[in-house]
């Protein structure tokens, strides 16, 4: 099983991305993934990202930090979810990545909390999902890179919360477009809330999968919970799947320490 494992940028010290990369290498990680603010946040930051480029900092892909997604309840807002996507996808093509993660929503509303019915029936939902991600399987196929839905768990979404909720969309992008420019990101920490085995859920999304969230059950850094890693990396190397683990969690302890651990736990459960 040939994956890569890369980190989120924010969990890494240094104050450049050059500093983190030095960081990330010698703790085990070949890859950085950066996180993306809205308000075209990101694609100013294209001076600094070409740099680091240059530099040797390889970064695959890009997962937002806004406070609104695809599936707002906002048609504005909406809208501006589709154009941050657009850019993402754009500057991540040109620094040589892979593609761009997006959730349907978050933080917006949740069915396990009051007031427990939503505005908007599920018809609704997909219907606005997929107007969203047709126009965005076109111009990340023109781009040569991909978007993949993310699923997250109840509480923090409503929407779109297993994977096979996730690759149905995908599928349907593609009936429609004749694209796969659509596809899944499995993440760990959302999946062991929602999924009732996750092995079988990634091997029921199979190639759809283009990325992984590594985090442990309790959100923290692998190594830290009851995560059935070898279990999940299994289903992962029947699927064939041979890309990025990328840790997106939050960290117990300094990262100096607690990061080289985990990367070191991870080898340890892929080689076994």
């Not at 933080?107 to 107007?131: A, C, I």
């Not at 979404?157 to 796969?180: I, K, Q, S």
Request: hydrophobic residues 45%; charged residues 25%.
């Amino acid at each position: 099983m040939s994956v890569k494992l890369s980190c989120q940028e924010q969990l890494l010290p240094g104050d450049s991305l050059e500093a983190k990369w030095e960081f990330a290498t010698g703790a085990g990680f070949e890859g950085i993934e950066l996180r993306a603010r809205g308000d075209g946040h990101f694609a100013a930051r294209l001076p600094e990202l070409r740099a680091a480029a240059r530099a040797g900092v390889v970064m695959a892909t890009v997962c937002p930090e806004t406070d609104h997604f695809i599936g707002d309840f906002d048609a504005g807002r909406r809208r501006d979810a589709v154009e941050q996507l657009r850019s993402q996808l754009s500057v991540i093509a040109e620094l040589g990545g892979t593609g761009v993660l997006t959730p349907a929503s978050w933080g917006m509303f949740s069915l396990r909390l009051p007031p427990f019915t939503p505005p908007r029936q599920p018809t609704e939902d997909r219907k606005v999902l997929l107007e969203a991600l047709l126009e965005l399987a076109a111009h990340a196929a023109a781009e040569g890179v991909w978007l993949a839905v993310e699923p997250i768990n109840r509480y923090e979404d409503f929407m779109v919360n297993r994977l096979e909720e996730a690759a149905g969309l995908a599928d349907e992008v593609e009936r429609e477009t004749g694209l796969d420019s659509v596809r899944v990101c499995a993440d760990l920490f959302h999946m062991n809330i929602e999924e009732d085995d996750l092995a079988a859920a990634i091997r029921a999304a199979g190639p759809r999968i283009a990325h992984v969230h590594v985090d442990d059950t309790n959100r923290l850094q692998p190594g830290t919970g009851h995560m059935d890693f070898a279990g999940v990396f299994a289903a992962l190397r029947e699927i064939g799947y041979d890309d990025w683990l990328t840790f997106e969690c939050r960290l117990r302890g300094e990262p100096e320490e607690a990061l080289p651990a985990s990367t070191r736990f991870l080898s340890r459960v892929l080689q076994g």
